[in-house]
């Protein structure tokens, strides 16, 4: 039987893989049988052929650790698992994080991938809002240019209109879904996200601390536990997979149902908290 879920003789660039989501998606496409390159602040403990210190907050550190990493060999699959979650983080650093350094990574790996490799990230059921902000997204979206999009960062940020996380979120969902056509058409290297729900990684304890452990744990979880960083791992390793050939320009909530239950009104969500 063919193995279309195999990495072996992939080469997979896994963006944030220190802890949490990107350390088990690391770790799982290891032991699929893809060579590693692991990109992180701090040198991740899990088996990888290759680390590169790269700072996400920095366009500079991204662009040169992106050449050296195409100098030394193709990119099959690339996963930006890389994010902060706000609260003590300023806006700027978290829209630079999780957004601006997401794109601009995707976007100059892309210029050096073949048809056929893919991109997969990570949003949140904290962007699920996208669509009520569609306009205010896509203006920002429109901005290219790395420092000018900071410099709208932070002057919402002085107007107190902008929330960085569900804002980064909200971004990354739509830039997937607006690019990965788009990408796909012209380069055949397909774009997707998933939408974790609340999931035991090193970051559950700053949104505790941000919103209150009681607030976390009434979030609605259908499945009646959070997530681990494997459970995440696994739909991630499939979008960059031959198994996922027919998918781009998608956003998988993986949230065990709890958005299609909001979207849907099976799921109140003004019952969060209040257990
Ligand atoms: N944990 C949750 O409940 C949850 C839910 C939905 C979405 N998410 C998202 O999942 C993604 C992964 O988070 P996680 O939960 O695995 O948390 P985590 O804190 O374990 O992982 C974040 C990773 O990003 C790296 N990182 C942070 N700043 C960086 C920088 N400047 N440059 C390069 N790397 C940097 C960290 O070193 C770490 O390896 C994030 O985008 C997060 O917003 C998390």
């Not at 380069?187 to 609340?198: A, E, H, Q, V, Y």
Request: charged content about 20%.
């Amino acid at each position: 039987m063919r193995d279309l879920f195999s990495y072996a003789g992939k080469r997979a660039v896994v963006v944030g893989c220190y802890s949490g989501m990107g350390e088990a998606t690391a770790r799982l496409v290891g032991e699929m049988g893809a060579e590693v390159v692991a990109v992180d602040i701090r040198e991740p403990e899990i088996p990888h052929s290759d680390f590169l210190e790269i700072d996400c907050r920095d366009p500079g550190s991204i662009d040169s650790g992106i050449d050296t990493i195409v100098s030394q060999g193709p990119i099959d699959a690339l996963f930006y698992c890389a994010g902060l979650p706000g609260g003590s983080f300023s806006n700027a650093d978290v829209m630079s994080v999780n957004f601006l350094g997401q794109r601009r990574f995707i976007e100059r790996c892309a210029g050096h991938m073949e048809q056929g490799s893919a991109i997969a990230s990570i949003s949140s059921g904290a962007g699920m809002a996208y669509m009520m902000a569609l306009d205010r997204v896509k203006e920002f979206l429109a901005i290219e240019d790395y420092a000018t999009a900071l410099e709208w960062v932070s002057h919402e940020d002085e107007a107190g209109r902008i929330e960085g996380y569900s804002f980064s979120k909200m971004c990354t969902i739509v830039y997937v879904l607006n690019r990965g056509p788009v990408l796909t058409r012209e380069t055949g290297i397909r774009l997707n996200c998933i939408s974790p729900g609340p999931t035991d990684t090193p970051m559950m304890p700053h949104f505790e601390k941000q919103v209150g452990k009681e607030f976390m744990d009434a979030f609605p979880k259908p499945i009646g536990r959070n997530s681990t960083a494997e459970e995440q791992a696994w739909p991630l390793a499939f979008l960059n997979s031959p198994a996922a050939s027919y998918i781009s320009g998608e956003n998988l909530f993986t949230d065990g149902g709890c958005s299609g239950g909001i979207m849907t009104g099976s799921i109140d969500p003004s019952a969060m908290g209040s257990d």
